[in-house]
RNA sequence: GGAGAGAUGGCAGAGUGGUCGAUUGCGGUAGUCUUGAAAACUACUGAUCUUCACGGGUCCGGGGGUUCGAAUCCCUCUCUCUCCGCCA
């Protein structure tokens, strides 16, 4: 959610961040300003409504200790005068206040400067690539068909039990998924995380605290009975950990890594971007978020960065980064890198890990603060990424690695699966 | 699922209609003392809106009501805890 106040010293700025969204907010930009006129207009008349209605009460009181009864019954026909225009006042000031907050909602974050212009994925920059596309041999297949063919993944099964999009893990299927999350919390450690284990359903107050309320409504699984929602990632869940709080400066950075199922709906999903691991409506990820000073939070960005960018090379996989233009951004991010890997036999670039810094957007929902050298409170800026989620990441490892021997499996994972071939 | 209790400042915990934004303790900050530290003592120490400032307003879980006046009374919602039941 953005500041009013900023809104008000840089609307020139924020029109034109907003505007490689392609959206032009003018108009409604304006609108929130006037509405906080009001509100400031509203306040000022009824504090003074308010104090002379509190001074005559502490009179009154005095007079009643006194024992001068009458004079304080006198006294009393003054406040119930103002009492009325003191309750008008409050009405208003609360649909004033709700009209702001309604419109606040419904503006994104701004773009931070370096986000290219563009309307979709095509316009998204490629900042780096590497790792070598691998020539796979001639009777290479798509991981559905790896899949099956070793056994690892049971797409038919998940049908049964629960639905399309939520796979059953089998045997070294299921092995390696549990060796791609121990080895992705490990890194994580070792990049100075501290691991958390969150709950893996959160309550509609911490929806809006990270911004998937109001505005992602229909893509989280609710549960209606206890008005519950399931996470679609763990940043919700992490990220709340901090909501209604406020740092003392030395406190900063703190950064978290989690493992945690992620479930999506996925509404209005078709075609080759669902078949087998591509899209799926529960999956595993592990996430990395860091709470940080405004003044660090891009060096910490690309510290992100580099932490997955280690994580792909470990895995052998070839990646590309990019960076999100305008159109394809997150709602509350301000700037995003994802993370791609290619997936040799589908020939496609699959992405596996989104990095945004979101600055004091969510933040402010949030009331994420800290406590400055000034011994003021301020925002502070919220990261998050992925590192990593694991259906894409197995897809790529299976069709990379297949070999007419078998799948061969990255020398940092041996250590963790037990074996280094799926035949 | 049944019954009961409760929600107050960073934490603990008083306060049951009139200088209560709130006693006190702990914690925190600064100072005195000390070679230094600890202890002790002293002072300060919530958030938020508004104002150039002085100041003023709001906040005792959320919302509403009674009253000249509400942390205190009433209604309602949410959440937490305890006991019983069930159970990994």
Same mark, same amino acid.
């Given at each position: ?47 003074? $409504? ?50 702001? +907050? ?29 790792? !070598? ?37 089998? *045997? ?12 992705? $919390? ?24 990270? *911004?998937? @309320?109001?505005? !992602?409504? *229909? ?27 406020? @740092? ?23 075609? !080759? ?6 899209? $799926? ?30 994580? @792909? ?13 305008? *159109? ?21 670039? @699959? ?23 000034? !011994?003021?409170?301020? $925002? ?11 259906? +894409? ?31």
């Amino acid at each position: 959610m953005l500041e009013v106040n900023k809104i008000r010293e840089d609307r020139e700025k924020i029109i034109t961040a907003l505007a490689k969204r392609n959206l032009h907010l003018s108009d409604t930009l304006d609108r929130i300003v006037e509405l906080d006129d009001r509100r400031k207009q509203i306040q000022a008349e009824s504090d003074v $409504l308010l104090n002379e209605s509190n001074t005559i009460a502490k009179q009154i009181g005095e007079l009643f200790k006194q024992g001068k009864r009458d004079e304080a019954d006198a006294l009393k026909a003054r406040p119930a005068e103002l009492k009325d225009a003191i309750s008008a006042f409050k009405e208003e000031m609360n649909t004033v206040e709700d009209s702001i +907050r309604d419109l606040l909602y419904t503006i994104p974050n701004t773009p931070h400067d370096s986000v290219p212009l563009g309307k979709n994925p095509e316009d998204n920059e490629v900042v780096l690539e590497e790792g !070598k596309i691998p020539v796979l041999y001639d009777k290479a297949v798509p991981h559905w068909d790896l899949a099956d063919t070793y056994k690892l993944i049971d797409f038919e099964l998940g049908v049964k039990i629960t639905g399309a999009g939520f796979p059953v893990y089998t *045997g070294k299927g299921a092995k390696l998924q549990r060796a791609l999350i121990a080895f992705f $919390l490990d890194e994580a450690e070792k990049a100075g995380y501290e691991e958390v284990i969150p709950p893996h359903v959160v309550n509609e107050a911490s929806g809006y605290g990270t *911004g998937q @309320l109001p505005d !992602k409504e *229909g893509q989280m699984y609710h549960m209606p009975i206890d008005d519950l929602y399931l996470i679609p990632t763990a940043e919700v869940p992490v990220t709340n950990l901090f909501r209604d709080v406020i @740092l003392s400066v030395d406190q900063l950075p703190l950064r978290r890594s989690a493992y945690t199922p992620c479930f999506r709906r996925e509404a209005g999903s078709y075609g !080759k971007d669902v078949r087998g691991l591509n899209r $799926l409506h529960q999956f595993d990820k592990v996430e990395i978020v860091v709470i940080d000073h405004p003044e660090r939070s891009y060096a910490t960005l690309q510290n992100m960065v580099a932490h997955v960018q280690g994580l @792909l090379q470990k895995l052998e996989l070839p990646y590309r980064i990019l960076r999100l233009c305008g *159109g394809d951004m997150g709602f509350t991010s301000a700037l995003t890198y994802d993370m791609e890997v290619y997936s040799a036999a589908q020939k496609r670039w @699959l992405e596996v890990s989104s990095i945004s810094n979101f600055e004091t957007f969510q933040a402010n929902r949030l009331k994420l603060r800290f406590k400055g050298d000034d !011994k003021k409170n301020q $925002l502070a800026h919220t990261l998050n990424g992925s590192a990593l989620a694991l259906p +894409r990441i197995l897809a790529a490892l299976l069709e990379n690695n297949q070999t007419p021997e078998g799948i061969r499996i990255p020398a940092a994972l041996v250590p963790y699966t037990g074996f280094n071939l799926i035949s």
